[in-house]
């Protein structure tokens, strides 16, 4: 029987009227034949609250425990949807990541998935029970819960539609799918019907929010076609794959230079004695890093704001030296296939540019990414949209 994996994000379930409405949508839309897996992340700000508690007991928490309160959140979505389901009169059972077999490696707080021994899953959907699993959530092979970064729900999902051969995965969330920039931001934005791999990859990694970097890259790298679509409409959203498939499916890949725009702000820079002990230090982070640079004997560690209380705990504890802490700089990243292949762009772009402070620019084969004060985000964000995407044609 074919089976379907369907993952609502916290937006989507933030409340008992939102878990009620997709119970609903759920009920109409089963049909005979097919068997339906759903992937919860926990309702909205909950994670957020719970790290919230835990900092105010301690500016640098076990990771271990951390991770035990953290899985919390999705055990309570997860079996508040099956309630709902049981009142739409479907049969449906709900899992924890453990439960549901996602075995991970033993980084608390950034566990990577290594397998996923789905038996207890094939199980209830044999007995023709929909399976709800909660995101985010695995266990290490020490039995211990782990969690795997922020966000991660979307790496449960992608990987279990993997693991179970799944016919299509799709990600339910509060925006209609993948937008050429962010659409709270940049009114003119647009969404996108499709996108490959690459370009989504690269904009998860600069901090589109839409998709977890991880899921993208579990999706790239076993095939899975993901498509990311409205929880509250349930309409046709985005659908990304290879770029052969997307041609073949009959979708006209846009030629233009810039396909999105990604940005990401509230981070810290670090300034940092590139020593022995910040080699020792950075062994033992386990959160991520969302830039760094290292010139001559100085390494700059960009990271979210969020993070910062342990990374101060690590340079108090580890001996390490601060050269500067600097705040306020946010960064934008154009993504388009063959970017450095145009000299007239970075022309352009710099000219575009000139009146937002730049501070920094780098540039991979498909990406253009500008360091700039936070201040100057949403204006720059807009002249770049305005001039390389522009309004819908
Ligand atoms: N609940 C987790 C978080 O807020 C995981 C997720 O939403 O995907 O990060
Ligand atoms: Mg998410």
Known sequence: MPIIVKKFGGSSVGNIQLIKGIAHKIASLAQEGESIVLVVSA???TTDELFRLAFEISDHPSRRELDMLLTAGERISMSLLSLALHNEGLSSISFTGSQSGIMTDAMHGNARILDVNAFRIREELAKGKIVIVAGFQGVSPEKEITTLGRGGSDTSAVALA????????????????????????????????????????????????????????FACKYNIPVEIKSSFTFETGTLLDTRRNLINKGFLMEERIISAIAHKDGLARYQLKADDALQTALSTWNNEIFKYYLQDETLELVIENKFASEIDHLIRTQNLQLIKRL?????????????????????EAMLICKPYQIQRISHSDKTLELMLPSTQLE???????????????
Do not use: W
């Open 43 to 45: 309702m909205a700000k």
């Open 162 to 217: 993997s693991y179970l051969h799944a016919e299509s995965c799709e990600i339910f969330t509060d925006v209609a799918g993948v937008y050429t920039a962010d659409p709270r931001l940049v009114k003119t934005a647009r969404k996108l019907d499709c996108i490959d791999y690459e370009t989504m990859l690269a904009l998860a990694y600069s901090g589109s929010k839409v998709l977890h970097p991880r899921a993208v890259e």
């Open 327 to 347: 705040e306020g700089s946010a960064f934008i990243t154009l993504v388009g296939l063959g970017i450095n292949l145009d000299p007239g762009f970075l022309a």
């Open 379 to 393: 204006a720059c964000l807009n002249a770049l949209h305005q001039a390389f995407i522009g309004v819908s044609q």
